[in-house]
């Protein structure tokens, strides 16, 4: 009687004690997201059907797809949410589209904030469309504008929509979006060979850059997004080459000085790049013209043996940050690069690499193994305590941020063969972004090229 | 060498005994010249049938052992291509486990002074693409500090990194990762 007592009493014990280690964690985990993380209360937005000015299939299916990628692409910016279309109590498309057609009331009910409306005219020739946005609670209208798209409507409906896109974007936020914006990666695709693939910004159609027919990886894109630079075995050891960012493109060879020539990038200038080249016996960074020519040693000789890789340059070009093995295992280190001080930037963990520096923000996101996989991480470029983006969900690599700093996108095994995911730069809303046979990896994001 | 030692006598005796069996056939040839020569011819077929014997036992004796060293060196070859050197998880430094795969590669490449290598780096795949890339660099970098410290020459080995782009065994555990975790040699 007393043993079986006994041994509740210890059991309870051992379980309070167990919830008391977890559930602290689990609320301070939650309470952060809530403060810190604009993602997480998404503006309703209401995108009834738009009216057409014919009668034909083709226009009207043509405007059934214009709603689609307009809905799409705003929820893809994770500040938008759609609102349900069975919850609209009015259809614009045969009531009008402009201010004076519109019933504030009736789409407050609906749960919305924000409204367009829209009208296309489709002609062999082109596409016209008058847009409307409107804000519902102080029941105005935001723009009218209308986008004029020359050619044929099949290829001139996704720019004249990412365009529309855009300018919601700049009313709402005050910034411009990334819809120009394309992803690089690394795919083994139809050939089982890894090359270079691009994609646009919400993974559609993605096309093989490279045909090398030899391992190709660690794309980085030139600051006008018409080059792209990565390292391949053409000549059976890793050497450093670039590419215009399109099929069959010509491609010329950087450098094949060392016996390993990896991880190019440019620097924010667009004429210099760095790269981590074997030219002295370790693995060390060099600032090299595009054709190769050496101009400076970026970090020193700490070892014979030492390596130093992965340079990612800040947006003014003032500092780099760059991966490290002189503490005895792989971690992330910043130079600035006028006084020459070096500072670690990662000391949790014991293998921190693929640094990429945010192009808004003073922050850097990397992979971080911990536990036993590689997880995103979003660290202060200055220092402190990182943030860890994934989690749970097996191997997650090579960050990169959208244009704009709100998105970064990375691979993720998470399902099996490796794939490109994005999320936004607080770690939620994750979802595969490209959809391709073979395994994905080294995603890397252009810049915002003019539409 | 013992072929031509043992044919010369043979011919030797041969023609000597040929000399004598002439001479003497010429000489003795009222006494009792057909049993004489019978006799001689007897001994002539003999000493000839010997040296024919003795040669062909030369020759196989010969041919075994060319064959015997043909197989110890494709052994020799075989053990030299096939045999990697094993590291340890992020590591490049050489092991003391693996000093005498080394030396034994050095002693084959001074052996065979004629031959190229190029010494591959691998890696597990458990870091990332790019640190990987590095990593196996530094791997093949080490063995081949390491074999010119035995007294190989530079200017006959040529270092690669694979990273992990190229496993020998795909799977996710410990005997793959230590299987993958290699420096390899390629004769060019």
Redesign the interface.
């Known amino acids: 009687m007393h043993t079986t007592l006994r041994m509740i009493a210890r059991l309870t014990l051992l379980l309070s004690l167990l919830l008391l280690i977890t559930l602290p964690a689990q609320a301070e985990e939650r309470v952060q997201l809530r403060i810190t993380n604009p993602f997480e209360n998404k503006t309703p937005v209401a995108i009834p059907a738009f009216k057409v000015s014919g009668a034909s299939a083709e226009e009207t299916e043509l405007a059934k797809q214009a709603v689609s990628l307009l809905q799409e692409t705003l929820a893809f910016t994770g500040y938008f949410r759609m609102v349900n279309p069975e919850a609209f109590l009015e259809d614009p498309s045969k009531t009008g589209i402009t201010e004076q057609d519109i019933h504030f009331n009736r789409w407050r009910s609906s749960g919305a904030e924000l409204l367009v409306t829209g009208s296309l005219t489709v002609s062999g020739q082109a596409i016209i469309g008058d847009f409307y946005l409107y804000d519902i609670f102080r029941q105005k209208s935001l723009f009218g504008v209308r986008f004029r798209g020359a050619g044929a409507p099949e290829t001139n409906l996704r720019p004249l929509i990412l365009k529309l896109a855009d300018k919601i974007m700049v009313t709402y936020s005050g910034k411009h979006g990334y819809f120009g914006s394309r992803i690089a990666f690394v795919s083994t695709g139809k050939t089982g060979t890894k090359e270079i693939w691009a994609s646009a910004f919400d993974g559609h159609n993605p096309v093989q850059i490279s045909r090398n027919k030899a391992i190709s990886l660690t794309p980085s894109w030139s600051p006008d997004g018409s080059k792209i630079t990565y390292t391949s075995y053409v000549k059976n050891k890793p050497d450093i080459y670039l590419q215009g960012s399109w099929p069959g493109a010509r491609r010329d060879l950087v450098t094949s000085k060392g016996t390993t020539n990896i991880t190019p990038t440019w620097l924010p200038d667009g004429k210099n790049m760095a790269a981590s080249l074997t030219i002295d016996g370790d693995q060390a960074i060099y600032l090299l013209t595009e054709k190769g020519k050496i101009r400076k040693r970026l970090t020193r000789k700490w070892s014979k043996w030492g390596i130093d890789l992965s340079p990612v340059f800040s947006p003014s070009g003032d500092r780099m940050a760059f991966v490290s093995k002189r503490s005895g295992t792989p971690q992330i280190y910043v130079k600035h690069l006028k006084s020459g001080r070096i500072e670690r930037l990662t000391f949790d963990g014991r293998y921190n690499t693929s640094p990429a520096w945010s192009p808004t923000g003073d922050q850097i996101a990397y992979a971080g193994f911990k536990e036993g996989h590689f997880d995103i991480h979003v660290i202060d470029a200055r220092g402190g305590r990182p943030m860890q983006l994934t989690r749970n969900t097996g191997d997650n690599e090579t960050p990169s941020w959208s244009p704009d700093g709100s998105l970064i996108v990375f691979s993720s095994n998470r399902r099996g063969s490796s794939s490109i995911y994005v999320m936004n730069a607080y770690g939620t809303d994750q979802r595969k972004l490209v959809s391709l046979p073979g395994e994905q990896t080294a995603p890397v994001w252009s810049p915002n090229l003019t539409q | 060498m013992g072929k031509t030692w043992t044919g010369k006598l043979a011919l030797l005796t041969v023609l000597l005994t040929m000399l004598v069996a002439v001479s003497c056939a010429k000489k003795d040839v009222e006494i009792d010249p057909t049993a004489d020569a019978a006799a001689q011819q007897a001994v002539t077929d003999t000493t000839a049938e010997d040296a024919a014997a003795a040669d062909e036992a030369a020759r196989i004796a010969e041919e075994e052992l060319m064959k015997k060293e043909a197989e110890a060196r494709a052994e020799a070859l075989s053990v030299f291509e096939n045999t990697n050197i094993a590291f340890n998880y992020?590591s490049?430094a050489i092991q003391d486990s693996e000093i005498a795969n080394l030396e034994a590669k050095a002693e084959w490449l001074k052996e065979n002074p004629g031959v190229r290598i190029t010494i591959e780096g691998h890696c597990d795949d458990r870091?990332?693409?790019?640190?990987n890339?590095?990593?196996?660099?530094?791997r093949?970098?080490?063995v081949k500090a390491f074999l010119e410290s035995l007294g190989i020459d530079a200017d006959r080995m040529v270092?690669?990194?694979y990273?992990e782009?190229r496993p020998l065994d795909p799977a996710a555990n410990e005997a793959a990762w230590a299987k993958n975790r290699r420096a390899q040699f390629v004769i060019r």
Do not use: I
């Not at chain 2, 870091?127 to 640190?131: A, E, I, N, V």
């Open positions: 992020d490049s870091g990332t693409t790019d640190y890339l590095a990593l196996g660099d530094r093949a970098a080490r270092t690669v990194s990273g782009e």
